[in-house]
């Protein structure tokens, strides 16, 4: 990847984008998240790799909301790399009603007050609507000062999606 000084410049890959399934993989200078695994894990497995990553590296995934073309691969996913989920408290609870996470996965709510940090990276949700309780959109402001957004299935786009995705890069 490109190099500025010491820091690796972020990089948005979109894997899979539609009614069919949805993920996309963000890189940053210490880490790689996923959003989303609606797609299988050898289809998941086999787009991270064309995109210049490795599942081994990536820190979290991040989950909109529970439906079957955003979790199609998540359970697999989850078996062989024990990453940490984090979403709404909402779509937690319909991914754990549903039995989509394997026991023991390790999971995190996240609330549209407080950002979380990993991997020297900020990650802020934000409500999106679309006809499930907890829907989410994810900022990602990245060790290198850029700003990436994932937002899917907007029904509307209200202000408090405007004001997230604003500035965005």
Do not use: Q, W
Not at 110 to 115: D, F, G, L
Not at 117 to 126: V, W
Not at 139 to 164: E, Q, Y
Request: glycine share 10%; proline share 3%.
């Amino acid at each position: 990847s490109l190099m500025i000084g010491e820091v690796k410049m972020s990089r948005i890959c979109p894997l899979f984008s539609g009614s069919t399934g949805n993920s996309t993989y963000i890189a940053g200078a210490n880490g790689s998240f996923l959003v989303d695994a609606g797609a299988s894990l050898r289809s998941l497995t086999a787009a991270v790799t064309r995109a210049g990553g490795d599942l081994t590296e990536i820190s979290a995934i991040f989950i909109t909301h529970e439906h079957f073309d955003h979790i199609k691969g998540l359970k697999p996913l989850l078996n062989k790399t024990g990453l940490t989920v984090i979403a709404s408290e909402k779509t937690l609870e319909a991914l754990i009603t549903a039995d989509k996470l394997p026991a023991g996965t390790k999971t995190e709510v996240i609330n549209s007050e407080t950002p979380l940090e990993y991997e020297g990276t900020l990650i802020s949700r934000f409500e999106t609507s679309h006809d499930c309780e907890g829907s989410s959109g994810y900022t990602f402001l990245m060790p290198d000062g850029k700003k990436i957004s994932v937002c899917t299935d907007l029904g509307v786009v209200t202000d408090k999606v405007r004001n997230a995705l604003n500035g965005s890069d």
